[in-house]
Antibody, heavy 120, light 110 residues
Framework: QVHLVQSGSELKEPGASVKISCKAS????????INWVRQAPGQGLEWMGW????????TYAQGSTGRFVFSLDTSVSTAYLQITSLKTEDTAIYYC?????????????WGQGTLVTVSS | QTVVTQEPSFSVSPGGTVTLTCGLS?????????PSWYQQTPGQAPRMVIY???TRSSGVPDRFSGSILGNKAALTITGAQADDESDYYC??????????FGTGTKVTVL
């Protein structure tokens, strides 16, 4: 069964960095991209971008350039999202999600989410 | 910047029918945007209920259906039940590897 398991909650001060992980199992990791989605408290879902797990090439949404970095460690079937120079407005739940199937433009499954809290 | 608009909220009676829509700030939604719909309850990750406009995900009850209505994607719940009370988001594929989520609709069943 396909699973995405994310790392645990993080509490960081403004200006710090955080790196959250998304470990895949149940399928060949390099066969599907990994997408990242953000949800601020009480707000909607925001697509942040995706990373090609074959090439490592990232694609960032317009609002996710600069301080957000997608990376991989294919040896452990894990994708990472690093956020640098954290701001209080980065407080959110961050989800990873996989395309449902090749050629399908939709996301299933999803990771359980990682809460990042930025506060002094 | 593309905005994908959904109704903020809907209330439906148990057993009733509700149709949520997903529209573009400029232009019409068609099957070429591969609309998909996600159900999210508090504290949970989103769950895909519809993809490719109208295909139900595995295990999703057949009271959920997807379509194109006019110039919008639509999600209809026919015979709403208490556990359908959730937030619902549409997702559109904009091409070239880019996606946009809708603003979300909160559905209350009462």
């Amino acid at each position: 069964q396909v699973h995405l398991v994310q790392s645990g909650s993080e509490l960081k001060e403004p200006g710090a960095s955080v790196k959250i992980s998304c470990k895949a199992s149940g399928y060949t990791f390099t066969s599907y991209s990994i997408n990242w989605v953000r949800q601020a408290p009480g707000q909607g879902l925001e697509w942040m971008g995706w990373i090609n797990t074959n090439t490592g090439n990232p694609t960032y949404a317009q609002g996710s350039t600069g301080r957000f970095v997608f990376s991989l460690d294919t040896s452990v079937s894990t994708a990472y999202l690093q956020i640098t120079s954290l701001k209080t407005e980065d407080t959110a739940i961050y989800y990873c999600a996989r395309p449902y199937a090749t050629g399908k433009f939709c996301f299933d499954p999803w990771g359980q989410g990682t809460l990042v809290t930025v506060s002094s | 910047q593309t905005v994908v608009t959904q109704e903020p909220s809907f209330s439906v009676s148990p057993g009733g029918t509700v149709t949520l829509t997903c529209g573009l700030s400029s232009g019409s939604v068609s099957t070429s945007y591969y609309p998909s719909w996600y159900q999210q309850t508090p504290g949970q990750a989103p769950r895909m209920v519809i993809y490719n406009t109208e295909t139900r995900s595995s295990g999703v009850p057949d009271r959920f259906s997807g379509s194109i209505l006019g110039n919008k994607a639509a999600l209809t719940i026919t015979g709403a039940q208490a556990d359908d009370e959730s937030d619902y988001y549409c997702l559109l594929y904009m091409g070239s590897g880019f996606y946009v989520f809708g603003t979300g609709t909160k559905v209350t069943v009462l």
